[in-house]
Nanobody, 125 residues
Framework: QVQLVESGGGSVQAGGSLRLSCAAS??????MGWFRQAPGKEREGVAS????????YYANSVEGRFTISQENAKNTVYLQMNSLKPEDTAMYYC????????????????????WGQGTQVTVSS
């Protein structure tokens, strides 16, 4: 059974840092990514990483502040979030994509087949 388990969310003041983790079981993925969704807003792609190449892609809003990385031996991806801003406040979701799709770019929600349960990140000013 495919399962994604996220951890690492919490509350932090503006300028602080958090690291999210997502452990995947049951499948070897082509790509994993992080999304976020704030109340009343659409789900937004934050970062994607491709397992074979290690290539990473970011949304403009987080470029230079967030870093996605992977530990293939553990089938785990991380999202290091630095210089957090109040507008980063959202529920953050981990997602995984099967083989058969593209191997570049920031993937859209519809390109991912599996999702975690989400972890809340709250940044106060």
């Amino acid at each position: 059974q495919v399962q994604l388990v996220e951890s690492g969310g919490g509350s932090v003041q503006a300028g602080g840092s958090l690291r999210l983790s997502c452990a995947a079981s049951g499948y070897i993925y082509r790509s994993m990514g992080w999304f976020r969704q704030a109340p009343g807003k659409e789900r937004e792609g934050v970062a994607s990483i491709y397992r074979r190449s290690g290539r990473t892609y970011y949304a403009n809003s987080v470029e230079g502040r967030f870093t996605i990385s992977q530990e293939n031996a553990k089938n785990t991806v991380y999202l290091q979030m630095n210089s957090l801003k109040p507008e980063d406040t959202a529920m953050y979701y981990c997602a995984a994509a099967e083989d058969g799709g593209r191997w570049w770019g920031l993937l859209t929600p519809s390109e991912y087949q599996y999702w975690g349960q989400g972890t809340q990140v709250t940044v106060s000013s």
